[in-house]
């Protein structure tokens, strides 16, 4: 793998650090007027999804991390792991809990979200922005009520629970941003 | 193709015009002679943390990182107050506060120290338009107000450890760094960012941090250089000096440069012997400063980054 100096950094660039592949969020130039310059770096680390911050002197360098982001269908769990194929060849790929994290709440089968891949495994996986999911229990719904704002929480079939309108029902199909949570709009049926 | 479009508002380019004039406007009052000076030299400087920006042809010229080495030659044939503003070069300074070509005012004068230097960049700022009084500060209480850590006293590896420690990074990364390099470290990151709002000049640098500077004995009889630096509201706006005119110590400092250089492996740059000449023939005692013309407008105006203050930013 190439390596990457500072003056090479990049938003979205991936490089190893102390071992792990990580992605590079911001590079800000830092120099006092007559002294050394400074790269003050934001990565996250892609294996642990926390950001670090690193200071390094201008013309160090990282090696590059082979990181590659790979659009995939989601096709089911077996309870310890969860099942991806590559549609163009049909390649399946499995990763545990510890990879799938928090996007488990928002997989539905059948929908495409990104695996990230390092070495040729599964290090991460991003659902798509937004996805349609079932209500499977909430309280009953307020007939006619669309017009005072007021929410309740709602669980939906990949046992996420989001905040929805009060007219909404069991078996009303939703729309929500993965990114933050939010319901966007009732499903068009 | 799209990206031909200017990087500066017509708004701003309306500022830095009317404050390019009223520099001028500020140094005709005061008799200080405004001289242009070439912008490709012979040579480019020894500084291990300049980098020149090499012109192709025969024989290679180097696009100045600043006027000085013209400016003191002029004053070394006659010693009078001398200004310039216009453009500088470093290679590979990029970011919100840096741009490879930028615009530089800096002068001389002649039978001044630092310390009254500092009282016209003081007027000459407020002339500008910066508000507001401006105060002194000793970089070493700076830094000890910040870090707990005497700037002077502590030793190589304590300064290592918490350079380390600022940088996010194992101890054994540090290990070999060199005294000033920790000490820029730890003062860009943690007492930069917590320097007081307005004008701010910070004085007596360790001297390690001499640059072109003398170094003298402060009054606990500590060795200080004679350097100061302008910050307005935490942004570095310049940097000046008591003059170096010992031509041996000048000599000295090149070919220590030059020897670290060559350790890190780094270009290799010739000293200015038209420099070493002029300072043997005698420069008068002179404190001379520079300033970022870019960042002052960017301070005025309230700028995000510099590209906002240059007609062209490189794309």
Redesign the interface.
């Given at each position: 793998m190439a390596s990457y100096s500072t003056n090479e950094f990049r938003a979205g660039l991936k490089v190893m650090l102390d071992g792990d592949p990580c992605a590079i969020l911001e590079n800000e130039f830092v120099k006092p007027g007559k002294g050394q310059a400074f790269s003050r770096v934001r990565l996250r680390n892609l294996r642990s999804g926390r950001v670090w911050e690193r200071t390094f002197k201008s013309g160090d360098s990282l090696e590059g991390a082979d990181v590659v982001d790979t659009e995939m269908q989601y096709l089911y769990s077996d309870g310890e792991h969860w099942h991806f194929m590559q549609p163009e060849n049909f390649e399946q790929y499995q990763a545990d809990a510890a990879v799938v994290r928090d996007a488990l709440q928002w997989l539905k089968e059948q929908d495409t979200c990104v695996v990230t891949l390092y070495n040729g495994h599964p290090l991460a996986v991003t659902p798509p922005n937004h996805v349609e999911l079932e209500i499977v229990e909430t309280d009953p719904g307020i007939r006619g009520d669309t017009a005072t704002g007021g929410t309740k929480p709602a669980r939906l079939s990949t046992g996420a629970v989001v905040k929805v309108p009060l007219f909404l029902n069991t078996g009303d199909v939703v729309r929500v941003d993965t990114r933050t949570g939010e319901y966007l709009s009732r499903a068009r049926d | 193709m799209s990206g031909w479009r200017p990087t500066a508002s017509v708004q701003v380019l309306e500022r830095r015009a009317a404050l390019l004039a009223q520099l001028r406007a500020f140094f005709a009052a005061r008799g200080v002679l405004e001289v242009e000076v070439p912008v490709l030299g012979r040579t480019g400087v020894t500084?291990?943390?300049i980098d020149n920006l090499a012109v192709a042809g025969t024989p290679t010229r180097f696009l100045q990182s600043s006027p000085e080495y013209f400016l003191k030659r002029l004053l070394a044939a006659q010693p009078r107050a001398v200004y310039y503003l216009g453009k500088a070069f470093r290679a590979?300074?990029?970011?919100?506060?840096?741009h490879p070509e930028f615009t530089l005012l800096e002068w001389y004068r002649p039978d001044w120290d630092e310390d009254r230097l500092t009282e016209e960049v003081a007027e000459l700022l407020v002339s500008a338009g910066v508000r507001g009084q401006h105060q002194r500060l000793d970089y070493s209480d700076c830094f000890a107000a910040v870090l707990g850590l005497d700037a002077h006293a502590a030793t190589d590896d304590e300064l290592r450890a918490r350079a380390a420690e600022?940088?996010?990074?194992p101890r054994a990364e540090w290990r070999e760094q060199p005294r000033?390099?920790c000490?820029?470290?730890l003062?860009?990151?943690a007492v930069?960012p917590e320097l007081p709002a307005g004008m701010v000049f910070l004085t007596r640098y360790p001297a390690c941090?001499a640059?072109l500077a003398r170094i003298d004995a402060d009054p606990q009889g500590r060795p200080v250089a004679r350097r100061f630096?302008v910050f307005v509201d935490g942004v570095?706006l310049?940097?000046g000096y008591w003059e170096l005119t010992d031509a041996g110590e000048q000599e000295r400092r090149f070919a220590r440069d030059i020897e670290r250089r060559r350790a890190l492996g780094m270009p290799v740059r010739e000293p200015d012997g038209r420099l070493l000449a002029a300072l043997q023939s005698g420069l008068p005692p002179c404190a001379g400063v520079a300033l970022g013309v870019d960042r002052l407008l960017m301070v005025l105006l309230g700028l995000a980054h510099i590209r906002e203050a240059l007609a062209f930013a490189e794309d």
């Amino acid at each position: 793998m190439a390596s990457y100096s500072t003056n090479e950094f990049r938003a979205g660039l991936k490089v190893m650090l102390d071992g792990d592949p990580c992605a590079i969020l911001e590079n800000e130039f830092v120099k006092p007027g007559k002294g050394q310059a400074f790269s003050r770096v934001r990565l996250r680390n892609l294996r642990s999804g926390r950001v670090w911050e690193r200071t390094f002197k201008s013309g160090d360098s990282l090696e590059g991390a082979d990181v590659v982001d790979t659009e995939m269908q989601y096709l089911y769990s077996d309870g310890e792991h969860w099942h991806f194929m590559q549609p163009e060849n049909f390649e399946q790929y499995q990763a545990d809990a510890a990879v799938v994290r928090d996007a488990l709440q928002w997989l539905k089968e059948q929908d495409t979200c990104v695996v990230t891949l390092y070495n040729g495994h599964p290090l991460a996986v991003t659902p798509p922005n937004h996805v349609e999911l079932e209500i499977v229990e909430t309280d009953p719904g307020i007939r006619g009520d669309t017009a005072t704002g007021g929410t309740k929480p709602a669980r939906l079939s990949t046992g996420a629970v989001v905040k929805v309108p009060l007219f909404l029902n069991t078996g009303d199909v939703v729309r929500v941003d993965t990114r933050t949570g939010e319901y966007l709009s009732r499903a068009r049926d | 193709m799209s990206g031909w479009r200017p990087t500066a508002s017509v708004q701003v380019l309306e500022r830095r015009a009317a404050l390019l004039a009223q520099l001028r406007a500020f140094f005709a009052a005061r008799g200080v002679l405004e001289v242009e000076v070439p912008v490709l030299g012979r040579t480019g400087v020894t500084d291990l943390h300049i980098d020149n920006l090499a012109v192709a042809g025969t024989p290679t010229r180097f696009l100045q990182s600043s006027p000085e080495y013209f400016l003191k030659r002029l004053l070394a044939a006659q010693p009078r107050a001398v200004y310039y503003l216009g453009k500088a070069f470093r290679a590979g300074e990029r970011g919100r506060w840096h741009h490879p070509e930028f615009t530089l005012l800096e002068w001389y004068r002649p039978d001044w120290d630092e310390d009254r230097l500092t009282e016209e960049v003081a007027e000459l700022l407020v002339s500008a338009g910066v508000r507001g009084q401006h105060q002194r500060l000793d970089y070493s209480d700076c830094f000890a107000a910040v870090l707990g850590l005497d700037a002077h006293a502590a030793t190589d590896d304590e300064l290592r450890a918490r350079a380390a420690e600022a940088a996010g990074q194992p101890r054994a990364e540090w290990r070999e760094q060199p005294r000033d390099i920790c000490l820029d470290l730890l003062f860009s990151l943690a007492v930069q960012p917590e320097l007081p709002a307005g004008m701010v000049f910070l004085t007596r640098y360790p001297a390690c941090q001499a640059a072109l500077a003398r170094i003298d004995a402060d009054p606990q009889g500590r060795p200080v250089a004679r350097r100061f630096e302008v910050f307005v509201d935490g942004v570095e706006l310049g940097n000046g000096y008591w003059e170096l005119t010992d031509a041996g110590e000048q000599e000295r400092r090149f070919a220590r440069d030059i020897e670290r250089r060559r350790a890190l492996g780094m270009p290799v740059r010739e000293p200015d012997g038209r420099l070493l000449a002029a300072l043997q023939s005698g420069l008068p005692p002179c404190a001379g400063v520079a300033l970022g013309v870019d960042r002052l407008l960017m301070v005025l105006l309230g700028l995000a980054h510099i590209r906002e203050a240059l007609a062209f930013a490189e794309d």
